[in-house]
């Protein structure tokens, strides 16, 4: 008799196949004391075991691409941290602890030090607790956590994934993914929309799935069932091997334009953005050139890296945001250390008043990046709060030639002031990870505050529809670029909302642009102001979802 989980919905599709659970997590080490010559012996093997997961996981990031590149990236990072070593060669000569002993009570103080900041910056205290797995894993020779290796396609079960296991998943091998941990806006979640493999998170009960168990899970209603019957599984596997096509216009059935854009974050994802169709690039990630890096990258350098992904949209809109530096991307050369709360810190346009040549030489960069292409470049700046902030930036591009100045709007400030920031920003783009973080006060990764976490929240939607009527005064343009774009079902509520441009992973085109398709303009209207009615998210969904429910069984969503 087949059972029933649900959980919080991140990442659209029908899977279908046998579980395979994450192994045990590695065992904490017994307190052994060395004597004499092993001291040096053990430091030594410290030493040599850090570096070995550091070159892993190094190389893992030079092989990845986008988000993924960019959280393996800062894993690694943490791999090589000079203070947790050398925390932990500290301990093996003052305390005689074992290797595996040392580096584990190392990380533990790291762990806390994380955790006391809050979000997002807590997120960091997982990729510790990972980082110290693999080093006590190369120490005492057992297998370090990561995804089981099977010779046999799988829904993968665990309670979280750590960003290396996650940035790495073979979507041929990997069918699905069920946490019992995380969020909606979770690196799990994150990453699995952008390799457009379906995933539900919070799922209560997945503790109880074993290897071998026979799993379906709809990553779209948020639905894990345990020993469903054959037909349900033939239908899933089937529909999964239907993969629709985007035909390069979004519109609604009667005609109204909706861009439809991919998320970008390095040239090998603006191939991934040509192949899905997609009408340009409504938001391009920069980071990819100052990740990872102790100095700032040159002008003619990031020139060179801005330009691999504008010539592939010639003549089309690509949306470029500067340095979202800061929270959970630290960097050396703009941000400080020891910010009590990075979250509320001095992140994305904010890094400015402390470092200013950091922004100036990247809109010189741009700048020279766009006259030598022919793309559409239109530039935002992220965490803009006030209409000051935005009059600044906008000043700042036109400094340097770049006429379309735009503005992220993640803090609810600017959503409640639209009409100030818009009279001087010539577009916006809400990134809805951030706005529901800071409006609902939930950090992204708690699987506990999963309920919190979602842009269904009428909260979230109201001040969607307020940013939408504040640039509306203006004649102004908005879209979103946040993960709630790649959300099929929510798609017709944002532009009900005013929403006129929707970026997102490639491999989530498709099926927005179909749902778009079947509903008119009015329609979208109506489906934003049932979302409106209702004062819980999930009834929100729900109503959306049963208005629409012929289209969405039509298309198999």
């Known amino acids: 008799m087949s059972t029933t989980l649900t959980g919080a919905p991140v990442s659209p599709g029908r899977a279908a196949g046998p579980a395979a659970t994450m192994p045990p997590p590695v065992p904490e080490p017994r307190t052994t004391r060395l004597e004499g010559e092993g001291v040096e012996a053990a430091v030594t093997q410290l030493t040599a075991a850090a570096r070995a997961v550091r070159d892993e996981l190094t190389d893992r990031a030079g092989r990845a691409t986008g988000t993924a590149a960019d959280l393996l990236a800062v894993t690694a990072a943490m791999a090589a941290d000079p203070a947790l070593v050398a925390d932990g060669e500290r301990r093996i000569r003052t305390d005689h602890l074992t290797p595996e002993r040392a580096i584990w009570d190392a990380a533990r103080g790291l762990i806390k030090q994380f955790e006391k900041l809050g979000p997002p910056l807590a997120e960091r205290a997982r990729d510790v607790r990972d980082v110290r797995d693999r080093i006590v894993a190369e120490l005492i020779g057992v297998r370090p956590p990561g995804v089981p290796q099977l010779d046999h396609p799988f829904v993968l079960v665990g309670d979280d994934l750590a960003p290396a296991d996650t940035a790495t998943l073979d979507p041929e091998v990997v069918l699905g993914v069920v946490t019992s941990g995380g969020g909606p806006t979770s690196h799990t979640a994150i990453l699995a929309r952008a390799l457009g493999i379906p995933a539900v998170v919070a799922v209560r009960g997945a503790e109880a799935i074993s290897d071998g168990d026979t799993v379906l899970l709809d990553g779209a209603a948020g ?330 069984v039509d298309l198999g969503l």
């Open 223 to 552: 639905v894990v069932v345990l020993d469903p019957d054959p037909d349900t599984v033939a239908a899933a596997q089937q529909h999964e091997a239907e993969r629709r096509a985007f035909d390069g216009t979004g519109r609604t059935a009667d005609g109204t334009r909706v861009e439809l854009l991919a998320n970008v974050a390095d040239p090998a994802g603006a191939q991934a953005a040509l192949e899905a169709s997609a009408e340009g690039v409504g938001l391009f990630r920069t980071e990819f050139c100052f990740l990872g890096r102790s100095t700032e990258p040159g002008v003619s350098e990031q020139v060179a890296a801005y330009r691999q992904v504008l010539s592939a949209f010639p003549r089309r809109k690509v949306v470029v945001r500067t340095l979202d530096a800061g929270a959970d991307k630290p960097l050396p050369f703009v941000t400080a250390d020891g910010e009590p709360n990075p979250a509320l810190g001095v992140r994305g346009l904010r890094t400015a008043s402390s470092r200013p040549g950091v922004l100036e030489r990247q809109l010189q960069a741009i700048a020279a990046a766009a006259e030598a292409e022919n793309a559409e470049v239109w530039v935002m700046a992220p965490m803009v709060a006030t209409a000051g902030e935005a009059a600044d930036f906008v000043a700042l591009c036109e400094q340097h030639g770049l006429r379309h100045a735009g503005v992220m709007v993640e803090v609810p400030a600017a959503a409640l002031r639209a009409a100030d920031v818009f009279a001087h920003a010539a577009f916006g783009s809400v990134g809805t990870n951030d706005l529901i973080q800071y409006t609902m006060a939930a950090d992204r990764m708690l699987g506990e505050l999963a309920a919190l976490s979602t842009p269904w929240q009428p909260a979230v939607l109201e001040l969607i529809r307020a940013t939408c009527e504040g640039a509306a005064r203006h004649d102004r343009p908005v879209g979103v670029c946040g993960e709630a774009a790649a959300d099929a079902t929510l798609a017709p509520v944002l532009v009900g909302l005013g929403v006129r441009s929707l970026s997102m992973t490639p491999r989530a085109l498709a099926d927005v642009a179909a749902v778009l398709q079947r509903v008119t303009d009015e329609e979208c209207v109506e489906l934003a102001r049932l979302a409106l009615a209702e004062d819980d998210p999930m009834e929100a969904r729900n109503a959306v979802r049963d208005a629409i429910r012929p289209v969405l």
